[in-house]
């Protein structure tokens, strides 16, 4: 290497930065910290990586700690693999994955292993066993206390399989994903020491500086702040001034990234770097192959822009001066500070696997919370800002623009496959199933939020949620509690219900002339176990509307400020004890046009034909099924 790193030099230097960073500590919580100091060097032709790093650990916790774990991903693509026996043995497996890990040769297998592992310089034990390396301290860390561990590893990119490889379908050379012995979370609930099975990740909040020795012609991009600039070229410089090197020259990018849980990058020799400034944001980078497929990314800038100013509108800035868009991987997939995005496909779904990816980066890598364990809290979230955010892009203005997540929520209800939410990412019992009770019920839990809450209410909560947790792992209460305290509402009927179970909503109405024929009763009617408040709106023959709003009691309140421009009649609470529910309007039926549950779309109600009078049967005005979850303009 070019620019080697005295490991034992840089300790002090390290220590004084985990003393002033301990002081942003939030005072009613504790988050472990470590710093990386990492130099790799890779091998274009044998595919193979060495590496050293220093690890500075601190233990905020209250606990002391006698054992550690490290993350060592590249070894689940070897045949016999966690990874490959649940993609074989599952009943509707990845067609990313499949078999093709067992078939995988010596030279083709990703594998990790650490070399040498010391403890304050100190050898300690330590066994692999699979994607986790098991260690033995050779001193207990106390409350408190630091520990540097200093390790020498080895690796071996696998040939892309999923997330992370070489020689994707598109031809990127190198994603180096998951590349590094990653130190695992310790929290209140202990050590997150997840085998590498197929799903997300969790990590320790830290700083890293990184130094990657490869091929000169090759450029790189990824996770963290370049150092050296003026000494690498590819892009970072104007053509002009960019360095000239033999073929065969190797090149060391020095790259530092302070406060993320993962450093991730990509390199590949045909690679065209562009960049775009957000107004008042990030640098976005841009790396892409110089290819056929290169015109659609030429077209991705400033609808990125976009999506970042939007995102600062709808949440909260985005914190770090830089982002980068890659292409790379086998799909798309969220990293630190970029995200890796298979790109053979056409400009639309470029542009909305970017937003999905780029808006991981509000709720997987500034707010981070446990994705293995709640990954609803991190895709579903994603997944309704990432049909806002496209909504807006095409200048749609509908009605729901999360009406997708309806239908592929009541598909996966009438289907019977629909798994309880709170299930543990690894351990859903099909791809499906996970899909729907994180990406989807997560997404649509916001929805039913902003239902519940009101829109106003709500958007003033998500952003204090994002401005008051960031870089803390927030977990399902913090959420809830947010909202609660925006709302003014008791809502942990709702987390209990939409997480902790597979019930549903389903309200349906019956309307009738009264007796004497001078007025109209409506008949609500429960027929699913999750209860909710109701909106109602009445619209006359005349064109006059009226909005009944129906408290559910255990809320303990009503919404405020709604997106309805009317005035609204409250009436009594409905205790959720009770299966029905009778109004009496004072006009008589055939004055009116439409009586209807949920006007605007956003509870998810499982069968919305039964939430309109007349019968949806019977109305030859009626909307189709996808109009009738909102696919229609405000």
Same mark, same amino acid.
Request: hydrophobic share 35%; with cysteine.
């Given at each position: 290497?070019?620019?080697?790193?005295?490991?034992?030099?840089?300790?002090?230097?390290?220590?004084?930065?985990?003393?002033?960073?301990?002081?942003?500590?939030?005072?009613?919580?504790?988050?472990?910290?470590?710093?990386?100091?990492?130099?790799?060097?890779?091998?274009?032709?044998?595919?193979?990586?060495?590496g050293k790093a220093a690890l500075v650990y601190t233990n905020h916790s209250p606990d002391t700690l006698r054992r550690a774990f490290f993350h060592l991903f590249n070894n689940a693509f070897q045949p016999g693999s966690m990874m490959d026996q649940r993609a #074989?043995?599952?009943? &509707?497996?990845?067609?990313? !994955? *499949?078999?093709?890990?067992?078939?995988?040769? %010596?030279? +083709? =297998? @990703?594998?990790?292993?650490?070399?040498?592992?010391?403890?304050?310089?100190?050898?300690?034990?330590?066994?692999?066993?699979?994607?986790?390396?098991?260690?033995?301290?050779?001193?207990?860390?106390?409350?408190?206390?630091?520990?540097?561990?200093?390790?020498?590893?080895?690796?071996?990119?696998?040939?892309?399989?999923?997330?992370?490889?070489?020689?994707?379908?598109?031809?990127?050379?190198?994603?180096?994903?998951?590349?590094?012995?990653?130190?695992?979370?310790?929290?209140?609930?202990?050590?997150?020491?997840?085998?590498?099975?197929?799903?997300?990740?969790?990590?320790?909040?830290?700083?890293?500086?990184? #130094?990657?020795?490869? &091929?000169?012609?090759?450029? !790189? *991009?990824?996770?963290?702040?370049?150092?050296? %600039?003026? +000494? =690498? @070229?590819?892009?970072?410089?104007?053509?002009?001034q960019a360095p000239q090197r033999p073929a065969g020259d190797q090149l060391t990018w020095h790259f530092v990234a302070p406060r993320v849980h993962d450093f991730a990058w990509a390199a590949d020799p045909d690679y065209v770097h562009t960049t775009a400034q957000?107004?008042?944001?990030?640098?976005?980078?841009?790396?892409?192959?110089?290819?056929?497929?290169?015109?659609?990314?030429?077209?991705?800038?400033?609808?990125?822009?976009?999506?970042?100013?939007?995102?600062?509108?709808?949440?909260?800035?985005?914190?770090?001066?830089?982002?980068?868009?890659?292409?790379?991987?086998?799909?798309?997939?969220?990293?630190?500070?970029?995200?890796?995005?298979?790109?053979?496909?056409?400009?639309?779904?470029?542009?909305?696997?970017?937003?999905?990816?780029?808006?991981?980066?509000?709720?997987?890598?500034?707010?981070?919370?446990?994705?293995?364990?709640?990954?609803?809290?991190?895709?579903?979230?994603?997944?309704?800002?990432?049909?806002?955010?496209?909504?807006?892009?095409?200048?749609?203005?509908?009605?729901?623009?999360?009406?997708?997540?309806?239908?592929?929520?009541?598909?996966?209800?009438?289907?019977?496959?629909?798994?309880?939410?709170?299930?543990?990412?690894?351990?859903?019992?099909?791809?499906?199933?996970?899909?729907?009770?994180?990406?989807?019920?997560?997404?649509?839990?916001?929805?039913?939020?902003?239902?519940?809450?009101?829109?106003?209410?709500?958007?003033?909560?998500?952003?204090?949620?994002?401005?008051?947790?960031?870089?803390?792992?927030?977990?399902?209460?913090?959420?809830?509690?947010?909202?609660?305290?925006?709302?003014?509402?008791?809502?942990?009927?709702?987390?209990?219900?939409?997480?902790?179970?597979?019930?549903?909503?389903?309200?349906?109405?019956?309307?009738?002339?009264?007796?004497?024929?001078?007025?109209?009763?409506?008949?609500?009617?429960?027929?699913?176990?999750?209860?909710?408040?109701?909106?109602?709106?009445?619209?006359?023959?005349?064109?006059?509307?009226?909005?009944?709003?129906?408290?559910?009691?255990?809320?303990?309140?009503?919404?405020?400020?709604?997106?309805?421009?009317?005035?609204?009649?409250?009436?009594?609470?409905?205790?959720?004890?009770?299966?029905?529910?009778?109004?009496?309007?004072?006009?008589?039926?055939?004055?009116?046009?439409?009586?209807?549950?949920?006007?605007?779309?956003?509870?998810?109600?499982?069968?919305?034909?039964?939430?309109?009078?007349?019968?949806?049967?019977k109305d030859k005005a009626y909307r189709p099924v996808w109009e009738s979850y909102g696919a229609v303009p405000r």
């Open positions: 290497m070019n620019a080697p790193v005295c490991f034992a030099g840089i300790r002090a230097g390290i220590l004084f930065l985990f003393i002033a960073s301990a002081t942003f500590l939030p005072a009613q919580s504790w988050q472990q910290r470590v710093s990386y100091q990492i130099e790799v060097s890779l091998d274009v032709t044998s595919h193979r990586y060495t #074989r043995n599952i009943s &509707d497996p990845d067609r990313r !994955v *499949g078999d093709r890990i067992s078939q995988l040769g %010596p030279d +083709e =297998i @990703g594998y990790l292993h650490v070399k040498d592992l010391h403890q304050n310089g100190v050898a300690v034990s330590a066994t692999e066993v699979g994607t986790i390396l098991e260690v033995d301290l050779a001193h207990p860390i106390l409350p408190g206390g630091v520990a540097v561990f200093d390790l020498d590893f080895e690796g071996q990119v696998p040939v892309q399989i999923r997330r992370s490889g070489r020689d994707n379908r598109e031809g990127v050379a190198y994603t180096m994903t998951q590349w590094y012995p990653k130190l695992c979370e310790y929290d209140a609930e202990g050590w997150h020491a997840n085998p590498y099975v197929g799903r997300e990740f969790h990590g320790v909040w830290g700083d890293f500086d990184v #130094r990657i020795t490869l &091929d000169s012609a090759y450029t !790189v *991009g990824g996770t963290g702040y370049l150092q050296n %600039p003026e +000494e =690498i @070229g590819h892009g970072y410089l104007p053509a002009g957000v107004p008042g944001g990030p640098l976005l980078h841009f790396f892409f192959q110089d290819n056929q497929r290169a015109e659609k990314w030429r077209q991705l800038p400033p609808y990125a822009v976009a999506m970042f100013e939007m995102m600062r509108e709808a949440v909260g800035p985005y914190p770090y001066e830089q982002y980068s868009v890659i292409e790379g991987g086998d799909g798309g997939m969220e990293y630190a500070m970029c995200t890796m995005i298979n790109s053979s496909r056409g400009l639309g779904s470029l542009l909305s696997t970017t937003a999905h990816e780029a808006i991981h980066s509000w709720f997987q890598h500034v707010l981070a919370t446990n994705e293995s364990l709640y990954p609803w809290m991190d895709e579903g979230f994603t997944s309704y800002y990432d049909a806002w955010v496209m909504d807006r892009i095409y200048g749609m203005n509908l009605l729901n623009p999360q009406y997708l997540d309806y239908l592929n929520y009541v598909d996966v209800v009438e289907s019977g496959m629909e798994e309880v939410s709170a299930t543990h990412a690894d351990h859903y019992q099909t791809n499906h199933g996970y899909a729907r009770g994180s990406y989807t019920k997560g997404s649509l839990l916001l929805s039913n939020l902003n239902y519940v809450m009101g829109e106003a209410a709500f958007q003033r909560g998500m952003r204090r949620y994002y401005t008051e947790w960031q870089f803390r792992h927030p977990e399902p209460r913090d959420f809830k509690r947010v909202m609660e305290k925006e709302s003014g509402l008791e809502l942990d009927w709702l987390f209990q219900y939409w997480i902790g179970t597979t019930h549903t909503i389903d309200y349906g109405l019956e309307v009738a002339e009264t007796v004497d024929k001078r007025g109209t009763q409506i008949t609500l009617t429960r027929l699913g176990a999750i209860p909710m408040p109701i909106d109602l709106l009445v619209t006359y023959t005349d064109g006059q509307q009226e909005w009944y709003y129906l408290p559910l009691r255990i809320m303990r309140g009503k919404k405020g400020a709604d997106r309805y421009e009317l005035p609204r009649q409250v009436l009594p609470d409905w205790p959720w004890t009770q299966p029905s529910y009778a109004l009496t309007l004072e006009r008589p039926l055939d004055e009116i046009t439409s009586v209807e549950i949920d006007p605007s779309y956003r509870m998810a109600d499982v069968n919305r034909r039964n939430n309109r009078y007349p019968d949806p049967k």
